[in-house]
């Protein structure tokens, strides 16, 4: 059954450290990345020191000013600004360059991953919310990374450096720093927690809404059909208004955390002048040594305060990760083996022993089926909807792994083939023959990658169905148009038999889609059909029962259990199941 891929309760710091680990691109060049930061924060804390010494050696420690010994150490001053800007640029360009790299690394493996699940898994969530996982949730992170990861870096190393030299300069001072920013740090975590909640609401708001938008959008002829215009766009005003309402709380937290930096630093310089001047001079507090304090207490309030505001995105971002590791830790429940034994050249047999499958809610789709499909036969699967048809589809292919029993396919258990000589072998053509936004030949081409054209061509004059592509704008270039919307049900689903042709598969599961097909193209398409399956394994869903006439055997399912087999002629004279469903069938046909 499938797991849910729901985002894992881990903090933002553990969240990062994941991060890391599946995109070892994040980590490439950080090790020279940290010692151009600590360089930058080394010239930085220059300029005090300089200040520090022309106020009690230079000006206040001599009877004239040393102009040439100013000058001196104000350029030393200058040069140490100079060399921390350059520094620091080149860090936040180094970490910029690795976090973009990196992060579309993670982009592709949670992608590659979303294909590696199940169709069930997939089928199971909004389309939208798996859309975010790999655009706007890789985002927020990509906005974190590239300018507060390295106000993080930066932002540490200038708070270690200062703290060495306010204890150098005065032990007494630092103390009362060190205390009030461990004060404010224990706070700041605390809150944390707080904004941690309230940034996990926002981003599953923004699924939310990525979901309900697409919705609306790919339905849009049904909504236009039934006039549902007004019900539509309220329900995504109130998607939108969700995530607005909880967008607002989100920024209330993170205002309030920013007042409170500003509170700190201001109380922690009071703090520092007040007490340093009780101090006096007496107690080796100089006026140089205070005034070099309070550069020192800007140059460690300065990271805090920015620290407030980094946690903030920090907080985006860690929420957007976690949703990505929910889909990154979601195993598939139907794995790929990668390695094991192929299945044989020729012709497949398909067998399947006492096999029952259950979706996670509901009854049993199907119930101890055990059926063997012969090499080369042509198979009908037939029952009421929701009677186990398109399950048993979905078994044959390994879209599906039963519940129990065990599926074989050339005599060898189905799940230990690897995909990539499953895929070669077994083609499945759904009901809804799915198209991407490309042009009719790219659509083609899925079912043989590198196919000329022509050889596209071919296959078209090999299913006759070489005039009907002819007799588009721009023949086997015709665009599609997204889901393949500028055709009719009928071509797209030429257009797929053509590019399951292409593949050549020893096996073909077809979930037949002619009833909602136009007279003329239904006898293109079942010229296509034919073709299509002659000479070797073909399981068909039929939706017409015209079909499990042709068919060398039928199967019948009522409920999930396979209730008759047998030709169409036997099942007819069994007067069961079949026959009823066939006079049905043809008192619809007649009326």
């Given at each position: ?320 990760l976690r949703r990505i ?141 070489e005039g009907w592509v ?110 009823a469903l066939h006079a ?8």
């Amino acid at each position: 059954m499938t797991t849910s891929t729901a985002a894992p309760s881990i903090g933002t710091a553990t969240a990062l450290r994941r991060a890391f680990k599946e995109s070892p691109e994040l980590r490439k060049g950080l090790g020279f990345t940290l010692v151009l930061a600590f360089i930058g924060t080394g010239m930085a804390i220059v300029v005090p020191i300089m200040i520090q010494l022309i106020i009690d050696s230079d000006v206040l420690g001599t009877d004239e000013i040393d102009m040439a010994s100013v000058l001196r150490k104000g350029a030393i001053a200058f040069g140490a600004m100079l060399i921390s800007a350059l520094a620091g640029r080149a860090a936040v360009i180094r970490l910029s360059i690795a976090s973009s790299s990196g992060l579309s690394d993670l982009r592709v493996f949670t992608f590659r991953h979303l294909h590696e699940l199940s169709v069930l898994h997939v089928e199971s969530e909004r389309r939208g919310a798996l859309v975010s996982r790999v655009t706007s949730d890789v985002d927020t992170i990509m906005h974190f990374m590239e300018w507060g990861g390295v106000g993080i870096i930066i932002g540490s190393a200038q708070v270690v450096l200062a703290v060495i030299v306010m204890v150098y300069y005065d032990w007494r001072l630092a103390l009362l720093v060190v205390i009030g920013v461990t004060i404010y740090a224990v706070l700041l975590g605390w809150f944390q927690q707080i904004l941690r909640r309230a940034h996990d609401r926002v981003r599953g708001r923004v699924a939310d809404t990525l979901a309900a938008l697409g919705e609306a959008i790919a339905g849009l002829p049904v909504i236009r059909a039934f006039g549902a215009e007004d019900a539509t766009i309220e329900n995504v005003r109130a998607t939108l208004d969700a995530q607005c309402d909880e967008e607002y709380r989100t920024a209330k937290l993170g205002a309030a955390l920013f007042s409170s930096a500003e509170v700190f630093a201001g109380l922690l310089t009071a703090s520092v002048i007040g007490i340093g001047v009780v101090l006096g001079a007496s107690s080796g507090t100089s006026a140089g040594t205070l005034l070099a304090f309070l550069f020192l207490v800007n140059l460690l309030v300065e990271p805090v305060q920015m620290l407030v505001e980094t946690l903030d995105h920090a907080q985006t971002a860690g929420a957007g990760l976690r949703r990505i590791l929910g889909v990154i830790d979601t195993e598939s429940d139907v794995p790929d083996p990668l390695t094991g034994p192929k299945l044989p050249d020729g012709g497949l047999d398909v067998q399947f022993e006492d096999v029952s499958f259950s979706y996670p809610t509901g009854e049993p789709a199907l119930r101890d089926v055990s059926v063997h499909v012969d090499v080369g036969s042509r198979l009908a699967v037939v029952g009421e909807t929701g009677s186990g048809k398109t399950t048993f589809a979905k078994l044959v292919t390994r879209l599906l792994d039963p519940t129990s029993g065990r599926v074989k396919v050339g005599g060898v258990a189905i799940d230990e083939v690897p995909f990539r000589d499953l895929r070669a072998k077994v083609a499945f053509v759904p009901q809804e023959g799915f198209l991407f936004d490309n042009s009719i030949a790219a659509n083609v081409r899925y079912g043989k990658p590198g196919a000329t054209d022509g050889e596209v061509r071919a296959a078209f004059r090999d299913l006759e169905l070489e005039g009907w592509v002819d007799a588009l704008p721009n023949g086997v270039d015709t665009q599609v148009g997204e889901r393949g919307g500028q055709l009719s049900a009928g071509e797209r689903q030429l257009v797929a038999m053509v590019r399951a042709w292409m593949a050549a598969p020893d096996l073909l599961v077809l979930d037949e889609a002619t009833s909602a097909v136009d007279p003329s193209l239904e006898v293109k398409l079942r010229r296509a059909i034919e073709r299509l399956t002659s000479g070797r394994t073909s399981i068909t869903i039929a939706h017409r029962l015209s079909t499990a006439e042709a068919a060398d055997r039928v199967l019948v399912f009522d409920r999930g259990v396979l209730v008759e087999q047998g030709d169409h002629d036997a099942l007819l004279a069994a007067g069961g199941v079949y026959a009823a469903l066939h006079a049905d069938w043809e008192r619809g046909t007649t009326e």
